[in-house]
């Protein structure tokens, strides 16, 4: 009597793994590249907007301050006065500088009624036009005598330096009393940080959009 052979166990076929499987795919090094950077653009559009939300007055002030004086010199006499002509551009025949300077100081004390204590700020001597400017402080007032005579030739209100003072915040020193230029610092200091922050991120939005679509072509 022969009893039947018994076969071995037949190995079990593999197991494969199915793309719907538990296992999880790897994200494709395009994605997370591409993923960093639209993060990064979301990034520098917030400082962008933030620093230009917060500084909006500063930047204001600066551009307008500035667009007047580009144009300080073309106002007709509204910013800044041209400077007139004096009798003769001979040096030799000029007045001292300090018989101008008294000339010009008592014509501001009795023909322009100043009141309260006041001293002259700036010479500018123009040999050329034969004439000499005299700025006065405190105030924005000015006058031009003629080199030789002595003679006062104009009368002036420098707003350019008021519109100056503005431009770069030497204006609140001026007001506070402070002699050393603390606010001037601080405010230049502050509009050319966050110029060229505005600038960065500005340009990385510009460029960064243009960079993720020339990457996604390839």
């Not at 004096?86 to 001292?96: E, I, N, P, Q, V």
């Not at 005299?134 to 420098?158: H, M, N, S």
Request: hydrophobic share 40%; charged share 25%.
């Amino acid at each position: 009597m022969s009893f039947p052979q018994s076969r071995p166990n037949a190995p079990k076929p593999a197991e494969t793994s199915s793309s719907q499987g538990s296992s999880t795919a790897l994200p494709k090094p395009e994605t997370t590249r591409r993923k960093k950077q639209a993060n990064t653009l979301r990034i520098f559009r917030k400082i962008h907007r933030y620093t230009g939300a917060c500084l909006f007055a500063v930047f204001f002030f600066i551009a307008v301050s500035g667009l007047l004086l580009g144009w300080k010199k073309h106002s007709g006499d509204a910013i800044l006065a041209k400077t007139r002509t004096g009798s003769t551009t001979d040096l030799a025949r000029w007045k001292s500088l300090s018989e101008l300077r008294d000339n010009a100081v008592a014509y501001y004390r009795d023909s322009l009624q100043t009141q309260g204590a006041f001293e002259v700020d700036r010479m500018d001597v123009r040999p050329d036009k034969g004439v000499v400017k005299f700025t006065f402080t405190p105030g924005f007032r000015g006058l031009q005598l003629d080199g030789a005579t002595g003679e006062v030739l104009y009368v002036e209100t420098r707003r350019s330096d008021f519109i100056e003072k503005l431009h770069d915040g030497s204006l609140v020193d001026l007001w506070l009393g402070l002699d050393n230029g603390a606010f001037k610092l601080f405010y230049t200091s502050l509009a050319g940080v966050a110029l060229l922050v505005f600038t960065i991120t500005g340009f990385w939005l510009w460029y960064g959009p243009k960079r993720m679509r020339r990457a996604a072509r390839k």
